[in-house]
């Protein structure tokens, strides 16, 4: 072929060619578009997290370095310094490297076959988890290596109430740093007697809190069955009155009188988790039914102590995670044998629950007003997460247990996944409230479930 | 096809892998002169290319033997709805469309025979290591050859009619995503990778032209649907945990995708010897496309027989405007603009399809000698509008499975293409 020559009047559309190519190499660019972080006006510097175990960053039946990495505080405080107001520094009461594993957490392991959550313990060597304990006893559970840092920004006590936090509820009578473990071990030994956490959350001045308290003052009765140990003065439903008070205390000391701005959760419905529903009444029936065609049912215990009453379970009564090794050894087969109280959250129990969570949260949400700070509908989110799920970039997340990623292997707390999302709901009502815009996180980048 | 195929094909798997993809597919990538000229052709009848954009214009076209290749260059960017991870771009890959038609017939006959092979596109995209969609789509390739063979007879000098028989000769698809189950002790999530070859299938197309008078012509053109199908395609997994293995035990899959079918409209005006003026008017059936559904064979695959995902496609309109100027007898200039509606519906935009309405520029060269040889290139730009969607979006569409945020892509397509008139 000989060699091509364009006349002049190619020259145009040649360098139409050139440009067009040279506009192919380019990516289109997005940025512009994404709202810039900004805090708009509110003040991350020192961000204070109030709360119990699900603010600690408790997960899979224990708080451990990195359940508490993955807390959603410690999510809140890496997005908000994404807006250049926030926390240079947001420090959390880790355990010592060479005891990372805290208080020890259950792990997803085959047994006999088939998968099954194991809590760490001396027969299968903890797991071999580097765990934190003393090898001391406190009423609330194994003691703990002390934290001996500077005071943390994450206050999250696993375990903690609103009852246990103020003192004087209590008449003094049960100084909650001898008592519980994850409280104790950030106090002096001074200190551990006398100093409440309404005090302790006093010490601190937060520029931003948010707080997120009260579960315990229902769920620590409804994930017993129910049954309250006379040797507890917390296992009980809070009483609306006591509550109010030292829920207004809690606020009213985080916000310096409502002078400090943040954000306040509310109660979800416990009986949405999976330690309620992943042992079901119906489940239990038919593996009865399997190995004894004539079997009626599921036996269980309720009523009190005193006057226990054994029937069968009805669909409208619940059964705990922790039942299963019980009902897998014949437990509720016969009225002999019924499954016991403390695993039976029964209908009637259930509805007390609901009653008391409802009359909680409309108080949470009065002294939300009180103080000017927006309420985080937890109840509804997780209820809505244990009905249709929350999908996070693709990926259903539900409050099944295990595959539902969304829970840890405890049945009660989040997975890290769990937090993520609950950290973007946090940030969703910060950014409606005060107008931020601060960059929510991509879910998918913390774990769920680990299967073996 | 065309740039939209191509994306298209990313998206709906074999999607791209039919000729009567896009909306854009009027444009196709067949034909370099069409190319340049907007993706006009349905009333034209300029070369060998006729066969593909309106079967009954063959009868008027010269004979002569043509093949042509592009180089189709995507550039995809994408930020997520809510995270603040920034922009997420494609490890960009270029593709290679090809196109080759033969047609015989007397001179100055009444009829015309002609065959033709044609890669509408041939898709490849992947996405950024660990991007958001990464459960969605990581990475897509699809390859398809169709062939056809063509008829066309004028019953006067002013109408023709034409039919072809078109056939999917080749087809292949390399389709991956992550599943989100990740062992104990691994840093990355499961993976799946499934893979297949297309069934042929047939279908036709049909035409008839117009011709009042040398300064004007008149065509439609009728494209049949295609359900493009892949049976036993391979399902590769890796980084499943042992425990979760029971949920991943299939071994193959079967899927279908459906493809539209296309109704063409088109005018070409002669004002004068040098110039021709092309108008073109698509309807894409993408209605047909309501969902893409898996089914797997040899067990299940995250605990499921089966998979369903919605597309819920509309069908699409296209508006082309194209010229060509005759510079000498030899030398040839020629331009064009479309603007291609979006067939896939807000809420429901998934990674391997970022549709949107796009509006196209193209221009082109002709250079013949000898009253016989001839080189033809083309460069085609397609500039999408930015596409947003939000998780609540996709909550009440029901289209979880894809994720929330901004697309905006723009293609380019350089071409050459050599014929010789018999």
């Given at each position: 072929m000989t060699t091509l020559s364009f006349p002049k009047t190619a020259r145009p559309a040649l360098a139409l060619l050139g440009l067009g190519l040279?506009?192919?190499?380019?990516?289109?660019?997005?940025?512009?578009?994404?709202?810039?972080?900004?805090?708009?006006?509110?003040?991350?510097?020192?961000?204070?997290?109030?709360?119990?175990?699900?603010?600690?960053?408790?997960?899979?039946?224990?708080?451990?370095?990195?359940?508490?990495?993955?807390?959603?505080?410690?999510?809140?405080?890496?997005?908000?310094?994404?807006?250049?107001?926030?926390?240079?520094?947001?420090?959390?009461?880790?355990?010592?490297?060479?005891?990372?594993?805290?208080?020890?957490?259950?792990?997803?392991?085959?047994?006999?076959?088939?998968?099954?959550?194991?809590?760490?313990?001396?027969?299968?060597?903890?797991?071999?988890?580097?765990?934190?304990?003393?090898?001391?006893?406190?009423?609330?559970?194994?003691?703990?290596?002390?934290?001996?840092?500077?005071?943390?920004?994450?206050?999250?006590?696993?375990?903690?109430?609103?009852?246990?936090?103020?003192?004087?509820?209590?008449?003094?009578?049960?100084?909650?740093?001898?008592?519980?473990?994850?409280?104790?071990?950030?106090?002096?030994?001074?200190?551990?007697?006398?100093?409440?956490?309404?005090?302790?959350?006093?010490?601190?001045?937060?520029?931003?809190?948010?707080?997120?308290?009260?579960?315990?003052?229902?769920?620590?009765?409804?994930?017993?069955?129910?049954?309250?140990?006379?040797?507890?003065?917390?296992?009980?439903?809070?009483?609306?009155?006591?509550?109010?008070?030292?829920?207004?205390?809690?606020?009213?000391?985080?916000?310096?009188?409502?002078?400090?701005?943040?954000?306040?959760?509310?109660?979800?419905?416990?009986?949405?988790?999976?330690?309620?529903?992943?042992?079901?009444?119906?489940?239990?029936?038919?593996?009865?039914?399997?190995?004894?065609?004539?079997?009626?049912?599921?036996?269980?215990?309720?009523?009190?102590?005193?006057?226990?009453?054994v029937r069968l379970a009805t669909s409208a009564d619940l059964l705990t995670l922790t039942a299963q090794p019980l009902v897998a050894a014949g437990a509720g087969s016969l009225p002999s044998n019924p499954v016991p109280n403390q695993y039976v959250?029964?209908?009637?129990?259930?509805?007390?629950?609901?009653?008391?969570?409802?009359?909680?949260?409309?108080?949470?949400?009065?002294?939300?007003?009180?103080?000017?700070?927006?309420?985080?509908?937890?109840?509804?989110?997780?209820?809505?997460?244990?009905?249709?799920?929350?999908?996070?970039?693709?990926?259903?997340?539900?409050?099944?247990?295990?595959?539902?990623?969304?829970?840890?292997?405890?049945?009660?707390?989040?997975?890290?996944?769990g937090y993520a999302i609950i950290a973007n709901e946090w940030i969703r009502v910060i950014n409606n409230y005060y107008g931020s815009t601060v960059p929510q996180v991509d879910p998918n980048l913390y774990r769920g479930v680990l299967l073996p | 096809m065309q740039a939209k195929s191509i994306l298209l094909t990313g998206g709906a798997l074999l999607a791209a892998t039919s000729g009567a993809l896009a909306s854009g597919f009027q444009v196709g990538l067949t034909g370099a002169k069409n190319v340049g000229m907007g993706g006009t052709g349905t009333g034209l009848y300029l070369d060998q290319a006729s066969q593909f954009f309106n079967p009954g214009a063959f009868a008027f076209a010269p004979t002569g033997f043509q093949v042509g290749g592009n180089m189709a260059i995507p550039r995809i960017s994408f930020r997520p709805g809510d995270a603040d991870s920034g922009q997420r771009t494609l490890q960009n890959t270029n593709v290679f469309p090809f196109s080759g038609f033969v047609g015989f017939g007397p001179k100055e006959g009444k009829w015309r025979l002609g065959a033709g092979v044609y890669t509408p596109f041939g898709s490849e995209l992947h996405y950024q290591q660990g991007w958001e969609g990464r459960y969605a789509l990581t990475d897509i390739n699809l390859r398809s050859v169709f062939g056809q063979v063509t008829a066309a007879y004028a019953i006067t000098p002013q109408f023709s009619i034409g039919a072809g028989v078109t056939t999917l000769l080749y087809g292949d698809v390399d389709l991956q995503r992550d599943i989100p189950v990740q062992a104990q002790g691994s840093t990355s999530p499961a993976h799946a990778q499934l893979t297949g070859k297309a069934d042929h299938k047939v279908g036709y197309n049909l035409g008839v032209m117009f011709k009042p008078s040398e300064k004007l012509s008149v065509g439609l053109s009728y494209r049949s649907a295609v359900d493009a199908h892949v049976s036993g395609g391979d399902i590769a997994l890796t980084g499943i945990p042992a425990s979760a293995a029971g949920s991943f035990t299939a071994k193959s899959f079967d899927v279908t995708l459906p493809l539209p079918d296309v109704y063409s409209f088109g005018i070409g005006v002669r004002p004068?010897?040098?110039?021709?003026?092309?108008?073109?008017?698509?309807?894409?059936?993408?209605?047909?496309?309501?969902?893409?559904?898996?089914?797997?064979?040899?067990?299940?695959?995250?605990?499921?027989?089966?998979?369903?995902?919605?597309?819920?496609?509309?069908?699409?309109?296209?508006?082309?405007?194209?010229?060509?100027?005759?510079?000498?007898?030899?030398?040839?200039?020629?331009?064009?603009?479309?603007?291609?509606?979006?067939?896939?519906?807000?809420?429901?935009?998934?990674?391997?399809?970022?549709?949107?309405?796009?509006?196209?520029?193209?221009?082109?060269?002709?250079?013949?000698?000898?009253?016989?040889?001839?080189?033809?290139?083309?460069?085609?730009?397609?500039d999408f509008m930015k596409r947003s969607q939000s998780q609540d979006d996709l909550i009440s569409n029901g289209t979880t499975d894809r994720v929330a945020g901004t697309y905006k892509t723009t293609i380019a397509v350089p071409g050459v293409q050599l014929y010789v008139k018999f």
């Open positions: 040279g506009v192919a190499g380019c990516q289109p660019k997005l940025d512009a578009a994404n709202p810039s972080p900004s805090a708009n006006g509110l003040d991350f510097t020192s961000y204070v997290a109030v709360g119990n175990s699900l603010t600690s960053g408790y997960t899979d039946g224990g708080l451990y370095n990195e359940g508490q990495a993955t807390s959603y505080p410690a999510i809140l405080a890496q997005q908000f310094a994404k807006t250049g107001k926030g926390p240079a520094n947001f420090v959390q009461p880790a355990f010592s490297s060479t005891k990372k594993d805290g208080s020890g957490y259950i792990k997803l392991q085959v047994v006999n076959g088939a998968l099954a959550p194991v809590v760490p313990s001396a027969a299968n060597n903890y797991l071999s988890e580097q765990l934190a304990v003393t090898g001391n006893a406190l009423p609330g559970g194994p003691q703990l290596e002390a934290y001996s840092g500077n005071q943390p920004d994450n206050l999250g006590v696993p375990g903690i109430s609103v009852l246990s936090s103020v003192s004087s509820l209590t008449g003094g009578l049960a100084p909650y740093g001898l008592i519980n473990p994850f409280y104790e071990r950030l106090l002096t030994p001074a200190e551990k007697p006398t100093k409440d956490y309404v005090t302790y959350i006093g010490q601190k001045s937060a520029t931003f809190f948010t707080c997120w308290m009260g579960n315990n003052d229902v769920l620590a009765y409804a994930t017993a069955g129910g049954v309250v140990q006379p040797t507890n003065p917390f296992g009980d439903l809070t009483d609306t009155t006591r509550f109010g008070i030292g829920y207004r205390a809690i606020v009213g000391t985080i916000s310096k009188g409502g002078t400090v701005k943040g954000a306040v959760a509310n109660i979800p419905n416990v009986t949405s988790v999976p330690y309620f529903n992943t042992v079901t009444v119906a489940a239990v029936a038919a593996a009865f039914k399997a190995a004894n065609a004539a079997s009626p049912g599921v036996f269980i215990q309720t009523g009190t102590a005193a006057a226990p009453v959250l029964d209908a009637t129990e259930i509805a007390s629950v609901t009653a008391r969570t409802t009359q909680l949260n409309n108080i949470i949400a009065k002294t939300a007003q009180r103080f000017k700070v927006p309420v985080v509908d937890a109840n509804s989110f997780l209820t809505r997460l244990a009905n249709s799920g929350i999908a996070t970039n693709a990926v259903n997340n539900t409050a099944t247990f295990a595959s539902g990623n969304a829970f840890g292997l405890d049945g009660v707390h989040p997975s890290p996944r | 004068n010897d040098k110039l021709t003026l092309a108008f073109d008017a698509n309807l894409v059936g993408w209605s047909r496309y309501q969902s893409l559904d898996f089914t797997y064979s040899g067990g299940v695959l995250g605990g499921n027989a089966s998979s369903s995902s919605k597309r819920q496609y509309q069908d699409a309109l296209a508006f082309r405007v194209g010229a060509q100027y005759k510079v000498t007898d030899g030398f040839s200039l020629r331009a064009g603009t479309f603007y291609d509606m979006a067939c896939v519906r807000d809420g429901f935009v998934t990674p391997e399809t970022p549709d949107a309405d796009r509006i196209g520029f193209t221009a082109g060269i002709g250079y013949e000698f000898a009253q016989r040889f001839g080189i033809d290139a083309s460069f085609l730009f397609e």
